[in-house]
């Protein structure tokens, strides 16, 4: 039992013993569907956890300056990158120790394909696969009008020479139905590209350790999916998953104030 009256106000208290439970379930995952679990930072960043945490994931993602640097010294192992768009002034920090990096246009990707391929980071495009369950639609990142990722008619039937992999992210708290999905759209849009690449990244909002998903159904789907494309190495990237439900936020009410209705 956690005595609250010595913890500091506000603070975030996070119960090692629950995030484990989290990690070993997540664990589980990789090690009977075959595919590598990172973590995304933007999702839990806490690094005094880290210690646990890397115990059982295979490293991390980033989507900023700071979050690569995070990933890289207080982690390590697999460094993955993404940003809507890469800056100049910060790319040769940015990249630094990275293992993967993926570009969210045809045009990033060729901005910066000379500086990539000096390094021994595998560069990868971030594609639409047009289906999203996320809701309300200005929220959702497959949408007909969403500059988030590359749609199938944009990339023809030969992917780009150097690029090595595919990022897909257009979940949020979903479950493994909508991931499902995400596989058959991917199959029917990209199907042909697959062959040509080393590895697949589904992005997060793989609500894994929620109660109610179903893992062994979503073992089943990334099972299936890889004995089709037994080359490919696949990677989930869970945030909120990793942290779900293992932990609260320690406040003090300091003043009430009562209104009339």
Not at 21 to 49: C, H, P, R
Not at 123 to 149: H, Q, T
Request: aromatic content about 8%; glycine content about 6%; some cysteine.
């Amino acid at each position: 039992m956690i005595d609250y009256s010595q913890i500091p106000s506000p603070c975030y208290v996070l119960e090692s013993e629950k995030l484990i439970e989290n990690l070993e379930l997540i664990d589980s995952v990789q090690k009977k569907a075959g595919i590598t679990i990172i973590l995304a930072l933007k999702g839990f960043a806490m690094f005094s956890a880290f210690p646990i945490v890397k115990q059982y994931l295979q490293g991390t993602t980033a989507s900023s300056l700071f979050e690569a640097r995070l990933g890289r010294e207080e982690f390590g192992k697999e460094l993955h990158l993404y940003l809507l768009a890469y800056q100049e002034k910060e790319f040769p920090e940015l990249i630094q120790g990275a293992t993967h990096i993926s570009f969210n246009s045809l045009s990033q990707w060729e901005r910066f394909k000379e500086k990539t391929l000096l390094t021994q980071v595998s560069p990868g495009l971030r594609i639409n696969p047009e289906y999203s369950p996320v809701e309300p639609e200005i929220y959702n990142p497959s949408s007909p009008l969403s500059r988030l990722g590359i749609r199938a008619e944009k990339l023809g039937d030969k992917l780009p020479e150097g690029i090595e992999g595919l990022h897909c992210h257009n979940l949020c708290e979903s479950d493994s139905q909508a991931l499902a999905r995400t596989l058959e759209q991917i199959e029917t849009l990209f199907g042909h590209h697959l062959p040509q690449i080393k590895w697949l990244n589904l992005g997060g909002g793989h609500l894994i350790t929620s109660k109610s998903y179903d893992i062994e159904h979503l073992i089943q789907v990334l099972t299936r999916f890889k004995s089709r494309y037994p080359h490919l190495h696949i990677y989930l990237e869970p945030g909120s998953a990793v942290a779900w439900e293992t932990g609260v936020l320690r406040a003090t009410v300091l003043d009430l104030i009562e209104t009339s209705n």
